[in-house]
């Protein structure tokens, strides 16, 4: 059963470029958070895909952007980057509906650094 | 705004130790409790959770939480580590009507000497 996986795994940008992020769920899981760990911190919530929308939304600039697609996989992208972008984005996946509670299945994360 | 803490930043033990990590989170309303563990090089797995019923849970690994809600804390405690618990762990919270919106504490960085 294949977990949560993410490209790439590292990748070094500088700034004001923009960067994409892939993520494809765990099987049979059709929601997608995105979240952003910056060093010693918590992960801090992006925002969450489902049915190709955007659900929720956190605290993050419009610059932040994403996408999911019929098959569920999802894309984060950052325009304009700035040097406070360097984190470790996750992704984690879960089932949607009433029964949901809000368990999370988190990929191993794309460690972005920002020159 | 809602938000969890968590007061160890780094927690250094002997194996065969007893551990309590503490949590806190500041929300008035109805609250899923989480506790995630993320071993080195490895992804952030679930340990623990608590949505509702007895307050306390039990998760792998011999963990177990208290959710006590007067207190608005959901401590772990495991009463013998092992060098294997060698670990970050976050305490997490989402609230009904949020559940995609997982919010973390800072984590603690458990060392166990062997």
């Known amino acids: 059963d294949a977990g949560v996986t993410q490209s790439p795994t590292h990748l070094i940008k500088t700034r004001g470029q923009q960067v994409t992020l892939r993520c494809s769920p765990k099987s049979g899981h059709d929601t997608v958070s995105w979240y952003q760990q910056a060093l010693g911190q918590g992960p801090q919530f992006i925002f969450q895909y489902y049915e190709e929308e955007e659900r929720q939304r956190g605290n993050f600039p419009d610059r932040f952007s994403g996408h999911q697609f019929p098959n569920y996989s999802s894309e984060l992208n950052v325009n304009a980057l700035l040097l406070g972008d360097s984190a470790l984005y996750l992704c984690?996946?879960?089932?949607?509906?009433?029964?949901?509670?809000?368990?999370?299945?988190f990929g191993e994360g794309s460690r972005l650094t920002v020159l | 705004a809602q938000s969890v803490s968590q007061h160890n930043h780094h927690v250094i033990l002997s194996e065969a130790a007893s551990l309590e990590l503490g949590c806190n989170y500041s929300?008035?309303?109805?609250?899923?409790l989480f506790w995630y563990v993320q071993y080195p090089g490895q992804h952030l797995q679930l340990l623990l959770k608590y949505f509702s019923g007895d307050p306390l849970v039990k998760g792998i690994k011999g963990f177990e939480a208290e959710f006590i809600k007067s207190k608005f804390s959901f401590n772990l405690r495991k009463p013998s580590v092992q060098w294997s618990d060698t670990a970050e762990y976050f305490c997490?919270?989402?609230?009904?009507?949020?559940?995609?919106?997982?919010?973390f504490g800072k984590g603690t960085k458990l060392s166990v000497k062997p």
């Open positions: 929300y008035g309303g109805t609250v899923n």
């Open positions: 984690a996946s879960s089932l949607s509906g009433l029964s949901n509670t809000g368990e999370l299945f």
């Open positions: 997490a919270v989402n609230t009904w009507g949020s559940q995609g919106n997982l919010i």
